[in-house]
């Protein structure tokens, strides 16, 4: 994971030289396991990690999970999901190619509406995590949609709704976050390129610190609708630390009506 | 497979809706239905420990004294008064903002009840100046009136309430349209509503730019003893302040005071709303808040809890996700969904 060292200072002579030295000394403890290196990051004060923050990947995974080549929509990129191929089922693959096809106009984020789980958690803007020791709000810029992610020993309802974002308990093991999502409707993607799931969509999800900025995010998702096997994704999750950095709403569902408010003098 | 109306849908829907003329009346049906049902389920639920006779969605009709002051009460370890829970406004929902207990002005639909005078109703919201009115300049005033007349059958997109296309209630209506939450982390007060999440920002940062326009408005605030202090700017000006109209624009300005009883049971909104390119003068909004616990019965509008699964014996509270699901389409919707 050499990637995550990665700071830039400004290159001069005794930079560089600082920095070879800087690389030598440091870029061992890179591979080791964050804890054992006894990396420092945020508790809260029953010593559980606090992932509060405003966190969002560099990672191109929207544009497509799977590996693929640049296309006039969509940069290329390496995709996120572990063996490359989604196991989709002979009828549910079809569907996914329909999607692609018309992925312009059907995906759902073209509407505005919740990416879903873990979608929300890649997509290309900023998630915020109000965390206590009972719960964890996660809350989306893309539509403002909060889950809420309880950590209080509780179990999924009985007979539930199905959800846009599911129902989620968390539990810790060690210092890594681990929750179980299910209870899904079958209207969100898990990507641009129109990879989807049914109403059967259970998702794993193991949150884990790397270093104090940065999340390592794991999703198991299966479904037995529409894939022959449990499948994986990963990602590295950046803390945005810009001076002053906020969400800004985006309710985007409300754009292609919102001009009609509010009431403006008439012209003359 | 179980759907809930979502937001997402209404909107799509809406926008046809409105194009037919129809949401605004479906949306009150479907209101007093949703009360009607909320009572119901009252008097399904366990009897809660401290009953209370009808409540419904009007649960009282006066505004109690809640002085500025010291704060006594208990503090998170940030030092913040723990206010945290489930809050709801004790007088009415969005149907009229200036008569909250007077129902939808022109409403074509029957009355379930006799409208009492109005001196036995709650008094406006407007609790300053004194007659209770919005002092709106002529040509805004001519736009709430026109877009009253026209509200129960709105043949311009303007004329539909944004709320009933699942917009953001926007401030001051997500404070009397359902029940909400309130948490506190360090440098944070956040309102989580059924329409649309408000982060009180209490770091001091400063505002967005003046040209970025939001539902929600941008929230600085800071806490003096009891009383929780919110500067707002950034508004977009489109959420409207219910079924009669009311506005501001995104040239208006809003200073908020959140006034907490000692007992942290009760809290009153106090609001001052300036905006010289709408009003002759700046106004004050008042609205009085309770808090709901585990010790409440859920009653489908101004607590909206589950009791959670769990293997302990103490209750804990599920807030299912949080989705625009009746306003203009709780019934209607069902068969949207079930042609497919």
Redesign the interface.
């Known amino acids: 994971m050499k990637h995550q060292l990665k700071k830039q200072p400004r290159f001069s002579k005794t930079g560089m030289t600082l920095l070879l030295v800087a690389s030598v000394l440091v870029l061992p403890l890179a591979s080791l396991n964050a804890a054992a290196a006894g990396v420092k990051f945020p508790r809260l ?1 029953n010593g559980k990690p606090d992932f ?1 923050g405003i966190w969002q990947t560099t990672s191109a995974a929207d544009y497509d999970l799977e590996p693929h080549s640049n296309r006039k929509d969509t940069p290329p990129g390496p995709g996120i999901v572990e063996g490359n191929v989604i196991p989709y089922l002979p009828k549910a693959l079809e569907q996914k190619k329909k999607n692609f096809e018309a992925r312009e106009t059907d995906d ?1 984020r073209t ?4 990416l879903g789980v873990p979608r929300g958690i890649y997509y290309p803007e900023p998630f ?1 995590i ?3 020791a009972n719960d964890l ?1 996660i ?1 989306h810029q893309f539509g ?1 949609s ?3 992610v ?1 950590t ?14 599911g ?1 989620s308990r968390g539990h810790w093991d060690g210092d890594t976050l681990i929750v179980d999502v299910r209870h899904f ?1 079958d ?1 969100t993607w898990f990507d641009r390129a129109g990879n989807y799931h049914s ?1 059967a969509l259970h998702v794993i999800e193991r949150w884990k610190y790397l270093d104090p900025n940065t999340i390592e995010y794991k999703a198991t998702i299966e479904d037995p609708n529409v894939f022959s096997r449990p499948w994986e994704v990963s990602v590295i999750l950046n803390r945005h630390r810009e001076k ?1 950095f ?4 985006d ?1 985007r ?2 754009l ?3 001009d ?7 012209k003359q | 497979m179980k759907y809930r109306m979502s937001h997402r849908q209404l909107a799509a829907l809406s926008l046809i809706l409105g194009a037919i003329a129809i949401a605004p009346i479906v949306g009150t049906a479907a209101e007093a239905t949703k009360a009607q049902s909320a009572k119901t389920g009252q008097e399904q639920q366990p009897a809660p420990t401290q009953p209370r006779a009808n409540p419904g969605i009007e649960q009282e009709k006066t505004v109690p004294q809640i002085a500025s002051g010291k704060w006594a009460g208990k503090r998170l370890p940030d030092g913040q008064p723990d206010v945290q829970g489930h809050w709801s406004n004790t007088i009415a929902n969005h149907n009229n903002f200036t008569d909250p207990q007077g129902g939808i002005p022109g409403d074509p639909a029957p009355r379930r009840r006799p409208l009492p005078p109005r001196d036995e109703r709650a008094p406006s919201r407007v609790s300053d100046p004194a007659d209770g009115q919005v002092p709106f300049q002529p040509w805004a005033l001519e736009k709430v009136k026109e877009f009253q007349a026209n509200f129960h059958n709105p043949v311009k997109p303007q004329y539909v309430e944004p709320l009933a296309r699942c917009a953001p209630g926007g401030i001051p209506k997500s404070l009397y349209w359902h029940g909400y939450e309130i948490a506190q982390y360090p440098g944070y007060v956040v309102f989580f509503f059924n329409s649309g999440t408000r982060i009180i920002h209490l770091d001091g940062k400063p505002h967005l730019p003046d040209n970025i326009k939001l539902w929600n408005g941008d929230s600085r605030g800071h806490w003096e003893g009891n009383t929780l202090i919110v500067d707002v700017s950034n508004q977009n000006g489109k959420a409207l302040f219910g079924r009669t109209g009311e506005f501001i624009s995104e040239n208006g300005h809003i200073q908020e005071k959140y006034i907490f009883s000692p007992d942290a049971t009760r809290y009153n909104y106090e609001a001052v709303l300036t905006d010289p390119t709408v009003y002759t003068r700046p106004f004050t909004v008042t609205i009085p808040a309770r808090k709901w616990t585990e010790k409440d019965a859920a009653n489908g509008w101004h607590f909206e809890v589950e009791h959670a699964k769990h293997s302990g014996k103490n209750v804990l509270l599920d807030h299912y996700e949080r989705t625009c699901a009746e306003n203009n389409g709780g019934f209607g919707l069902g068969a949207v969904e079930a042609k497919k």
């Open positions: 004060s509060s759902p509407k505005g509406w919740t915020q109000f965390q206590r709000n809350v403002h909060v889950r809420t309880y209080n020993g509780s179990e999924h309802p009985e007979d539930p709704w199905d959800w846009w974002l129902d409707n209207k109403d002053n906020q969400l800004i709403e309710y569902f409300t292609d009506y919102d009609a408010y509010p009431p403006k003098p008439d």
